[in-house]
């Protein structure tokens, strides 16, 4: 079912995120930060040695890379503020900290070398929380990694309320330990992924060898080419787990896009990053990668799940089998995995694999959306506006779902709703919102909001035109006038937000 479509309402094309997106160049974005010289708690020896040699590994495969080492609070936020407008036009923004953190009232913070603290208020005043850290990569375009290469004890004493820790770990080993008090299960948004270098209640080591164990896996591990990146930590984790009989297991939590990834070189030149269907992209995934999904699904991991469904959905493939694939996103859907959810929509209002169900494939795109699944609420929101497996059209409703995608930062959704507010279909919203939807849609990353912004800018409104210029300027990409007239000095600002320039 094809919904990019014309309304005849509306001066513009909208755009569905049923047809695959088109991506600007690859682009990898990491900050590294050491901490190791503390002044009022316990140093350590190897976290700068680790944050340089993981720079050093993330230069190599290709990473845009910002190195930190022994800064304080302030100093900290400066680099994370402008890590964050950076990393708006990367595919892949990643940070790596190594250095003392803490759990204070089921929140983790990381703490900087000046901190000085004595109780629950000077922890969270004087360190940066990981709700912070999340922030900083949040608008990356396709993928957000968080890695803390921290461990599970309390270095700063009694004085600091933490949770309980397993002090038979730390009694089991006299190599000093990258404190922290029971860093709290991390719950980042879909498309993140938090990596921790210990599990909760045990030590993650700060190691013996010039480098930590779990930094010295990850520089191993991320530099093999073509290894996918779910299967990239899991390896980690398991070599960590070697090396340290078992005392320190690396833990993840959050979960990755559909798409396959690969930090150093795809398989057969597929590109890092693709714009071509999900079940093209995880066909070129090697056999003895595939059986290592194979036992990830059966561990319950959903992306897993994911990555073989897409295999068995390439008819040109030899092992499509859509019946099978139906099978393994059930399984997902079970789970509570908001792409499968949206993936098994498909086959059913298609009827690949299934019987056409439309009553089933509606209850499953309103389930991804419940979830805030951005694909699907933009979807239901072209079904709603034109009708579709059994729904009457219901503008309002639509209109509300455009909404909802566009605040979650689909680039197609926030296109779209510009244009509705541009044709003054949304109440209360004029020509600056609409702009703010357009800017924000071209810092998210969709290649078709380029195209139309550059090749067809009349198809909005004079002062429309005019309040995106005022934001680019705002944002030092354009320093002409603010006419409406979408010129080469606009144009060259309008590619400059998106990152081309």
Not at 235 to 250: G, I, K, M, S, Y
Not at 330 to 337: K, L, N
Request: hydrophobic letters at 40%; proline letters at 5%; one cysteine or more.
């Amino acid at each position: 079912m094809n919904r990019i479509f014309r309304l005849f309402i509306l001066p513009v094309l909208l755009l569905s995120s049923s047809v695959g997106l088109v991506w600007a160049s690859p682009d990898r974005v990491a900050l590294v930060i050491g901490m190791a010289e503390y002044e009022a708690i316990s140093p350590l020896t190897n976290t700068r040695n680790d944050a340089e040699a993981l720079a050093d590994t993330l230069t190599e495969i290709g990473f845009d890379v910002t190195r930190v080492t022994d800064v304080n609070l302030g100093e900290l936020r400066s680099i994370m503020k402008d890590f964050s407008f950076r990393s708006e036009t990367a595919d892949l923004a990643l940070i790596y900290f190594a250095g003392h953190g803490i759990e204070v009232q089921g929140e983790n913070f990381l703490i900087p070398i000046d901190a000085r603290p004595r109780s629950n208020v000077d922890v969270q005043n004087q360190s940066v929380s990981l709700k912070e850290m999340l922030s900083v990569v949040e608008k990356a375009r396709v993928m957000r990694i968080v890695i803390l290469d921290s461990c599970r004890d309390n270095p700063l004493g009694g004085n600091i309320d933490t949770n309980a820790v397993v002090q038979s770990a730390l009694q089991a080993t006299d190599q000093a330990t990258r404190g922290v008090g029971g860093l709290a299960p991390a719950n980042p948004d879909r498309g993140t992924l938090v990596a921790f270098a210990a599990k909760d209640g045990q030590v993650a080591l700060d190691g013996t060898q010039g480098n930590s164990p779990y930094a010295r896996a990850l520089m191993d591990k991320m530099s093999r080419p073509g290894l996918e990146i779910s299967l990239m930590f899991r390896q980690v984790r398991d070599a960590v787990l070697v090396e340290t009989q078992n005392l320190q297991e690396p833990y993840t939590y959050g979960s990755l896009t559909g798409q396959p990834f690969y930090l150093t070189g795809a398989p057969e030149d597929q590109a890092d990053v693709v714009a071509e269907e999900p079940s093209k992209s995880w066909s070129k995934l090697r056999p003895d990668q595939e059986s290592q999904l194979l036992a990830l699904a059966n561990l319950g991991d959903t992306r897993s799940m994911l990555g073989l469904a897409y295999i068995r959905l390439n008819p040109e493939d030899s092992r499509f089998d859509p019946e099978q694939a139906v099978s393994f996103l059930q399984r997902a859907v079970e789970r509570g995995s908001p792409e499968a959810q949206m993936e098994l929509a498909k086959l059913y209002e298609q009827g690949i694999g299934v019987d056409v169900d439309e009553a089933r494939a509606l209850e499953l795109y309103q389930a991804a959306a419940d979830q805030g699944f951005a694909d699907a609420i933009n979807d239901l929101g072209f079904l709603h506006y034109q009708g579709g497996l059994g729904l009457r059209p219901n503008p309002a409703k639509a209109l509300e779902l455009f909404e909802q995608a566009a605040d979650l930062r689909h680039p197609e959704a926030q296109f779209n709703f510009a244009a509705l507010i541009d044709d003054g279909l949304i109440q209360d919203k004029g020509p600056k919102d609409a702009a703010g939807y357009l800017y924000a849609a071209l810092r998210s990353g969709s290649q078709d909001v380029l195209n139309l912004l550059l090749e067809r800018p009349t198809m909005f409104a004079e002062e429309t035109r005019r309040e995106l210029q005022a934001q680019l300027q705002a944002f030092d990409f354009y320093s002409g006038s603010i006419d409406g007239d979408i010129g080469p000095g606009t144009k060259r600002g309008i590619r400059a937000a998106y990152g081309l320039e």
